[in-house]
Every structure is written in structure tokens, then in C-alpha cells.
């Protein structure tokens, strides 16, 4: 045969083999994706059985290992929803350990999960070990199995013990391609035990499930008894299923609401619920459906006994609808820009069912138009709405609404005059009438402004951007504080001075404002976010408990803090620090003296413990009470904790959250929810009496303050500003002791400055983060110097007002032995006064045989201190006591190879700090305190250091004179900082040795 007819027929032949291959997989069938549902009987929270057939082999199903070891077998049921053909199925084991590796199992395709019928394949698969751990276990059948389930039952495991685990399960079935839906936890609850119980209610199907697990989890009700409320919220030890503790929580219920009104008609509620006992006692406990049937008759005569709540007196129910934030973290679910659109300002009609008919809702402002501000003209209909107040007599309405429109790009800069995002992205105020007409808008701008309430001094709190700076914790979160205006927006001003972000103020009883502060100088980012407490124009500002509580003994947060009517007590939501404001529900009683753990607080929902601190879950949120025992409250039960302590986008949950009508025995009544959006601040349209409005010192005719200025771009203004007054009684009287034979000479005030640029990127580190702190970037302070203290302990002084200041108390030689890890301000012509340093916030004033000698004068002023810590500055303070006694001999140490001889040289600079910084802090230096939370009196800056101790006890020939010890201790004593500004181009001046103030006082 001729090549060329060779080559041809080879040719021929590669085509039809092509051609034929082409026909072949022409002619194979399409896989359609179909999603099933995964169940199993054991599982723990971040390996839920979804995550077996997820199509990543990176994430897994495995059975319960937190808290509970529960015994092999252990079962994966797939419902595939229809009955199809599968004909083997491939299994991959976990890749990073063998802990739950599967070895011998059984496996079913069944139309009847409770009753599968023989196996149609037992085996044993490969232990999952290298090089195995990369080849899946495959299973083909002998012949395809026809069935609606398929169920793999782990028989035992290559590890042995208790545990079952795979990362990725795969049915083979030639016309589908399966893949899990993602079902939360409570998810999988109720299709599992609906298939059990039937078709029933969901709400109290998913009661039932969550009382069953509380059952299971006693001891840890046990553990917390003591913090609870009421022992009838907790798991007793008489209850067997949720049926005991349904019926023993309505039980409570019924004869505390005799109490409250005991001449209402509740005898046929109570022959009923004896009834329903009578008959539930019958029904042996193992008989779950029976006994689900009454629980559900109880629930139901329960729902008729709550609505009969004389508290309930009120027709109509104003609450937002909103979506979560779209970043989990406590501050920036406040910025606009983290909001998605949707939702509005509702009001439930007819809210509790009276008279035979049903709840009504209805959109507030669905016909409303702004009258006013830039919005005018327009209907407030594209974006997001939060914190709505009603004012005291129940005819005006103020909420913040952001339009969700524009770009979302943040805004860097150090100009006060400026706001950081568009208009569109941020929250500004709204007033109306309580009908939705008069709709005006009150503030504007490119700062974030929410949280209005309503003052008796009819003025308006709110929370707003306008204070300038950031967080100090790693990002680029501007900081919002408490400020105040007229209701039209008028004569804007700074009640709070503080440097970190505060919440949500309220009311008291006695006409003060409430609100949640963030207060964490020289300490840890997570360990303060309680409640304060300051006058209606922003004096006295203190802490009202908690403020120095470590974070596994309390909730991370409190927020949305109301008081409670009659009563001196106020609710909160315990909520975590990495997470939005939802939480559990507290009691916090300022009566009972904090001990900086639970003492003044108890839990009103203790089935759920307090997210992120103690492992909790973002449940409840917006609490308003109507006594100590009920309360309005939003909940989500079907909320996971990974679902609200991620970060970012990541796992984002809208929220389902409906309205419900709670109570301290343990009960929830189910008010309203809409399916597709969360509800928000249920608020009762109902008059209440106005709080006292006690004299202000501070006039509302200051300067209006739009946003803050630098004082020192004011023209010299703060010599015009009227003084603070600072008095302490005794600063010897303190909760911790000084060191014996202490004598207190001076008290040293510093001056905090504001972060003013984001913390999550800052051009320099003003020095070493305090360790425990290591996520939170140092304070930069000014020395603005020393007052004397009295023989007897007493200070009367003066300060600048309008600035965040930090107290020391020094000794005879001049170092300080106590500092503060707290802040405060004063306002203009303020006067404060104290018992001591760090004295309970709530201890009467100290009696006193003479009148304290301090008091018996005018008030000192302070001495300035050394000019270089006014701004401070290490180049300016420190390096030239270093350059002139100590450089050139270190320098010629090092020469000859002396070991452990630090440069204290400029040169290297590294980490933008001069080499003898860099060298001095870690070893010789002041910078960790040694506890979290207070300072140790006496065991504190240059007393504490290295370096102190050398120079004291003589270092080779080094004679410093007084004014360079001076420059050295106090350094020390401001935690070993290098720079006194944030500022990119100030901190590179301040490392050329120049004087440069920051831009943010």
C-alpha cells in the first residue's frame, strides 16, 4: 500500500473515532442540580450535617464533641425530596486529622427513614491517613437502589471513641447532581422532628425543640441560678419535657397577673390550665406526640393569659423594620454605609387580638413627604431606618433614616469641618407628628447622626460623628458620641468629650441620660462597653457599674439601657463586642454595688448565655420594659452563633426578628413578624410622665458646635472658656491599697488625644502596645501639669475644659504610683468632686471631721511641667538626656563587643522610632501595667521600670541632673510613648526633632 493511501485510511479512521466519541457524548443525559436536605442525629454548631454535601471539601459534617459526646451509631439521612435511582456513593474523609475517620458502615435507600429495611450495603472504608487521605471512599451497588432517602449509618470509626465526621458526601445518580441546602440549626431541628410529630405550627414546634434542649443543658442553668432574675426562667429539677415547663411558667405567669389586677376575671383561665395539668399528668413523658398535642393547648390558653396583661394597656405598637448591618461589629452596625435598603417605620394596630379581631398594620409615613432640609419634597422610601423615640406625651416621633444612595467610599482627612462619607450613606434625624404627618428633616451632613431622645428640657440627645477621630482597634471606624440639640436641629453641641464611640441614651427616673459608653484607655479594646450616666447637659459623666469587669464574668456590651417604670432598675441587651446589639436580656440594678461582675445585674433570658463572652447567641435585642417581670423585645431563634460573631460580610444574616411580649418566668408570646424583613424597637404609642428637668449649669447658648474644632485653631479660645473644678476628698481613699508608707505630693493631669486617623492603618505607632491591648493603638497625651495634694489627701484644682483628661497621683520624688484607665472632662465652669482615686462611683460623700484644707482655698492651678511632654515628644524629651550621658559610651561598648549593651543612639530607626526606643521600651522601659483592667498602685510607670531602677541605685559614673531624671520619669510614666500625634506629616516632624501639635484636641 502506497504512504499516501496509509496516511488517508489513518486519517478515516481518527475521524470516525472522534466522530463516534462526539455521538457518545452527545447522547449522555444532562444532570439536573436538585438540593436536599441533610439530617443527622448528631452534629455540633459549625459542622452541621449540610456541610457533608456542600461541594467543599473543606468544610465538614461531625457529630456533637463541645458539650456532649453522644454514642456511635451515628446517621446522615439525605431526603432527596423525590424517589430516585442511585447507584453507589463516594465518601471523603476530614483532611486535616482522623478524629471521626468513618470504618465499618451501614448503608440504606429507603422511601421510610424511620423504618429503612435492610442495608443495601455494609462495609468498611479505608482509614484516612496520608496517602489515602486524598482517595475518596467509592461504593458502587451491584444494581441501582430506588428510594426518596438515603441514610448512612456509622457503624464505628478508624479513631474509635464516639465521633463520626466527612467532608464531602456524594450520591451517584446518572440524571441528578445533588447538592445540600443550607439549613440552620433550628432548621434541622423541626424538619426532624416534624417527620415525627407532623405537619404543626412552627413557632411552637420550634419552642418545644428549644425547651427540650435546655432540658438536656440543666447544668448549665444550675450554674447561673444565682445571676437569674426569676428560678422559674431556669430548668428545674422537676421538669421532664417541655410540657413541665410550659405549664409550670404559665402556672407563674397566671398568679402573678392576679396580683397585678386582683379583680379581674381569671378563674376560667386558671380551671383550665388545672385541667390541662390534670390531663398531662396521665401521659407517660415518652409518649412525645401525645404529649406535644397538650403542650400545644397550653401554649395556646398561655398566649389568651399573657394578652390578659393589665400592662397591655395600649391599642397601638410603633416599631422599625430593618435588616441587620452588613458588618458584624458593634460600631460599624451604626454606619449608613453598612445598611442595606428596605424596611420603614410601622404601626400594629390592635397589637394583642382584643374583642375577636386581628391585628392591623399599617406603614407611617407610606403617605408622608419631608417639609424640610434637603429631602424636602421627597418620600423616605429607598433606604434603611433605625432607633425611633416617642416623645412624652405621645404626639411627636423621632427616628434616623439613611437613603441608601450614593457612593460608599470612606473619607480620610484631618479637617473637622468635614464628615467622612456621602450625604446618602449617612444616618441623619427626622422628625413628625406621631400620625407620620409634619415629616421634617433635622440634621444633615457627612456624618453619621442616630440614636435621638427626646430630654425633658426640651432638648434632643443624640449620637453623632461630629466629636472627630477613630477607633483605636485596628480599622477605619470614625467615632460617634453623645451630643444634644434643639428639635428642629437648631444650636447643635457636645454634651460628651470622650474620645471612643458611645450609644443609645435614655432617660432616667430623676432626669439624667443613660447611654452606653466605650471606655478603654491604656487596657483591652473588648473589656468596657457599659452603661454611663451624665446630666441633661453633659456633666458628671461616670459609669454606673461594670466598667472594669473582665469579659468572661459579664456581657461584652450593654446597650439599648431603659429605665424601667416605677422602678430604679433598667433592662439592656448583653450583647457581644464582635457582633451587632443583640444578645440576652438583663436586670441591672445601680443600687447594688458593683463588684465588677454580676452583682448589680441579673438575667432575664438565661437559656440564652451572653454572646461572644460566654459563647451566646445574637437572639433578643430592643428591649422596653413595662415592669421589672414584662417587657417588648425583638428575638430570632433561629440565629447561630456564627451567624452573628463573623466578621465583615462574612455568614451574613438579615435577621428574622419579631416582636414578642416577654416575660421573667420564662414565657414568650409571639406579637408580629414579617417573613421577609426583621422588626426592630417595639415602642408602645402611650403618653408616660416627663422626668424632672433639674437645673443646667451648662448653657444651651454656647457656640453652637456643628462639628469640633481644634481649640488651638480657635483664636486662642480656651483661656476665654469659664474652668473646670476638680475636688477630691481623700485621694488615699481608694479600693486598692498604696504601698505602705506612701506619701502622695502632687496629682499630675494629662490630656487624652483623640485617634484622628483610622487606627486600621495609622502612618505611625505613637509607641508600644500595652500587651494585653496588642489590637488597640496607645493614646497620645499631653502633660498639662501637677497640682499639690494636702497632707490630709485633699486636691482642689482647676482644668481646661472641654478636653479628655487622665489623672496620676505622685509621690514625694516626683513618679507616679497610681494612674487612671479611665477617662473625663468637664464642661465649661464645670465643678466636679470625688471621694477618692477610683473610690465606688456610688459611695456617699466621706465625712470629715474639718473641713479638707484644700477646700479651704481657691483652687490651685496647675504648675506646668517640662515643655517637651506639652506636646510630648521622645526626640524632644528623652533622646537628648540620652545624647549628652549615655550615647557615646554605650557607642564604644558596643565596639569592643560588650554584651547586652542597648544602642541609645537615633540611628537605625526602625518602626519610624529612634534605635534607642526601640531598645529601651521592651527591656527596660514602662509599657505593660501586669493586670488588664486597673493599675496596681505603687507597681505603675517609672517605679515599675528597668531603667528606673538603674538610674537610681547608680549606673557606672551617669550623673543626671534632677531635670534630666525629671525628663526621664515622665516619659516613663506616660507608658514609654514616643509620639505625641497620629498624623503622617506630624509625626514625621516630631522624628526631626520639631514641635508639632495634633489636629484633633
Not at 428549644?210 to 445571676?227: C, G, P, V, Y
Not at 457582633?579 to 437559656?607: C, F, H, N, W
Amino acid at each position: 500500500m502506497k504512504p499516501i493511501y496509509r496516511i488517508f485510511i489513518m486519517w478515516f479512521v481518527l475521524f470516525c473515532s472522534f466522530f463516534n466519541q462526539t455521538e457518545i457524548q452527545a447522547a449522555e443525559p444532562v444532570k439536573k442540580n436538585a438540593e436536599v436536605i441533610v439530617l443527622s442525629d448528631s452534629y455540633d454548631d459549625g459542622f452541621e450535617p449540610y456541610r457533608a454535601m456542600d461541594g467543599n471539601k473543606q468544610t465538614m459534617w461531625h457529630s456533637e464533641w463541645r458539650t456532649a459526646t453522644p454514642v456511635l451509631p451515628h446517621t446522615l439521612v439525605v431526603d432527596l425530596q423525590n424517589a430516585l435511582e442511585l447507584k453507589g456513593f463516594i465518601v471523603t474523609s476530614r483532611n486535616d486529622n482522623f478524629n471521626g475517620d468513618i470504618k465499618n458502615y451501614e448503608v440504606f435507600v429507603t422511601d421510610n427513614a424511620d423504618v429503612p429495611g435492610e442495608p443495601v450495603a455494609v462495609g468498611e472504608f479505608v482509614k484516612g491517613d496520608a496517602p489515602n487521605k486524598k482517595t475518596p471512599n467509592r461504593v458502587d451497588f451491584s444494581e441501582p437502589k430506588k428510594g426518596r432517602y438515603f441514610i448512612l449509618k456509622v457503624l464505628s470509626g478508624h479513631s474509635g471513641g464516639y465521633y463520626a465526621s466527612a467532608a464531602e458526601l456524594e450520591l451517584l445518580c446518572d440524571s441528578v447532581t445533588f447538592k445540600a441546602k443550607k439549613i440552620t440549626k433550628s432548621e434541622i431541628e423541626i424538619e426532624t422532628l416534624r417527620k415525627e410529630l407532623g405537619d404543626v405550627d412552627t413557632e411552637q414546634l420550634g419552642e418545644f425543640l428549644r425547651l427540650s434542649q435546655n432540658i438536656k443543658e440543666k447544668t448549665k442553668f444550675d450554674k447561673i441560678a444565682a445571676e437569674t432574675f426569676l428560678f422559674d426562667s431556669l430548668i428545674l429539677d422537676g421538669d421532664r419535657d417541655p410540657v413541665d415547663v410550659v405549664l409550670r411558667r404559665t402556672t407563674a405567669l397566671l398568679a402573678d397577673l392576679k396580683t397585678l389586677n386582683p379583680v379581674s376575671d381569671l378563674n376560667s383561665y386558671e380551671k383550665s390550665l388545672t385541667v390541662l395539668k390534670s390531663e398531662t399528668d396521665k401521659i407517660p413523658v415518652d409518649q412525645k406526640k401525645q404529649r406535644f398535642e397538650y403542650f400545644v393547648k397550653i401554649c395556646e390558653l398561655r398566649r389568651q393569659i399573657a394578652f390578659a396583661n393589665p400592662l397591655l394597656n395600649f391599642n397601638e405598637l410603633l416599631f422599625v423594620k430593618k435588616h441587620r448591618g452588613k458588618f458584624n461589629h458593634m460600631c460599624d452596625q451604626y454606619y449608613g454605609v453598612n445598611l442595606p435598603s428596605g424596611g420603614g417605620i410601622f404601626v400594629l394596630s390592635n397589637p394583642f387580638g382584643k374583642d375577636g379581631k386581628k391585628p392591623e398594620i399599617r406603614n407611617l409615613l407610606e403617605n408622608s413627604v419631608v417639609q424640610s432640609g434637603r429631602l424636602t419634597g421627597k418620600k423616605l422610601v429607598t433606604g434603611s431606618f433605625l432607633a425611633p423615640d416617642i416623645s412624652f406625651n405621645a404626639r411627636e416621633l423621632a427616628f434616623a433614616y439613611v437613603e441608601c444612595e450614593g457612593d460608599t467610599a470612606q473619607r480620610f482627612h484631618t479637617d473637622p469641618s468635614k464628615g467622612h462619607w456621602h450625604e446618602g450613606r449617612c444616618f441623619h434625624i427626622f422628625t413628625c407628628n406621631i400620625d407620620g404627618s409634619d415629616l421634617r428633616q433635622i440634621t444633615d451632613g457627612t456624618w453619621n447622626d442616630f440614636d435621638p431622645c427626646w430630654l425633658p428640657n426640651g432638648r434632643m440627645a443624640f449620637i453623632t460623628e461630629r466629636r472627630g477621630g477613630y477607633l483605636r482597634c485596628g480599622r477605619e471606624c470614625p467615632t460617634y458620641t453623645l451630643f444634644d440639640m434643639n428639635p428642629d436641629g437648631s444650636q447643635i453641641r457636645c454634651l460628651s468629650y470622650h474620645e471612643t464611640n458611645e450609644w443609645q441614651p435614655s432617660v432616667t427616673h430623676d432626669g439624667r441620660i443613660l447611654y452606653t459608653r466605650w471606655d478603654y484607655p491604656d487596657r483591652h479594646g473588648c473589656t468596657a462597653h457599659h452603661p454611663w450616666i451624665t446630666t441633661l447637659d453633659g456633666r458628671d459623666s461616670r459609669h454606673v457599674h461594670g466598667n472594669f469587669s473582665p469579659r468572661n464574668k459579664r456581657a461584652d456590651m450593654e446597650l439599648d439601657c431603659r429605665m424601667i417604670p416605677d422602678s430604679p432598675k433598667f433592662v439592656a441587651t448583653a450583647a457581644p463586642h464582635h457582633g451587632q446589639a443583640y444578645g440576652s436580656l438583663i436586670l441591672v440594678d445601680p443600687q447594688v454595688e458593683d463588684d465588677d461582675a454580676m452583682a448589680p445585674v441579673k438575667r432575664l433570658t438565661p437559656e440564652i448565655a451572653f454572646p461572644e463572652s460566654q459563647g451566646g447567641t445574637q437572639v433578643y435585642g430592643t428591649p422596653f420594659p413595662l415592669s421589672e417581670k414584662y417587657y417588648l423585645a425583638v428575638a430570632d431563634f433561629s440565629i447561630t452563633a456564627d451567624q452573628g460573631a463573623e466578621w465583615h460580610n462574612k455568614n451574613y444574616a438579615r435577621g428574622d426578628y419579631g416582636i414578642y411580649l416577654v416575660d421573667a418566668f420564662g414565657n414568650k408570646e409571639l406579637i408580629y413578624r414579617d417573613p421577609e424583613i426583621g422588626c426592630n424597637s417595639p415602642i408602645p404609642i402611650l403618653p408616660k410622665p416627663t422626668p424632672p428637668a433639674p437645673p443646667q449649669q451648662i448653657s444651651a447658648d454656647i457656640e453652637p458646635q456643628f462639628y469640633l474644632d481644634p481649640l488651638r485653631d480657635k483664636n486662642n479660645l480656651l483661656p476665654k472658656l469659664s474652668q473646670g473644678t476638680i475636688s477630691i476628698v481623700n485621694v488615699y481613699q481608694a479600693l486598692r491599697p498604696f504601698p505602705e508608707g506612701t506619701k502622695l505630693k502632687e496629682l499630675r493631669v494629662l490630656q487624652l488625644i483623640p485617634m484622628s486617623v483610622p487606627s486600621g492603618r495609622p502612618p505611625h505607632e505613637i509607641g508600644f502596645r500595652e500587651p494585653t491591648s496588642s489590637d488597640s493603638v496607645v493614646l497620645a497625651r499631653y502633660v498639662l501639669g501637677t497640682v499639690p495634694i494636702e497632707d490630709d489627701g485633699s486636691v482642689h484644682f482647676t482644668v481646661p475644659p472641654r478636653r479628655e483628661l487622665l489623672l496620676q497621683v505622685l509621690d514625694e520624688n516626683g513618679l507616679a504610683v497610681q494612674s487612671m484607665r479611665s477617662s473625663l472632662y468637664l464642661h465649661d465652669g464645670e465643678m466636679l468632686s470625688c471621694n477618692g482615686c477610683h473610690e465606688q462611683k456610688t459611695s456617699a460623700s466621706l465625712r470629715t471631721a474639718t473641713i479638707p484644707k484644700a477646700f479651704q482655698r481657691s483652687p490651685s492651678l496647675l504648675k506646668p511641667d517640662h515643655p517637651d511632654a506639652n506636646p510630648f515628644s521622645y526626640p524632644r524629651l528623652v533622646q537628648p538626656v540620652l545624647d549628652k550621658n549615655c550615647v557615646s559610651c554605650h557607642a564604644e561598648e558596643r565596639v569592643k563587643g560588650t554584651a547586652n549593651v542597648p544602642n541609645l543612639a537615633k540611628d537605625p530607626i526602625k518602626n519610624k522610632w529612634y534605635a534607642s526606643f526601640n531598645e529601651l521600651v521592651p527591656k527596660y522601659g514602662f509599657y505593660s501595667y501586669g493586670e488588664p483592667l486597673r493599675t496596681m498602685p505603687g507597681k505603675f510607670g517609672a517605679r515599675n521600670s528597668k531603667l528606673y531602677e538603674i538610674l537610681k541605685n547608680g549606673h557606672y559614673d551617669v550623673k543626671l541632673t534632677s531635670e534630666e531624671m525629671h525628663r526621664l520619669t515622665l516619659w516613663l510614666d506616660c507608658v514609654s510613648i514616643f509620639y505625641g500625634v497620629y498624623e503622617k506629616e506630624g509625626g514625621e516632624a516630631q522624628l526631626r526633632g520639631e514641635i508639632v501639635y495634633p489636629t484633633l484636641e
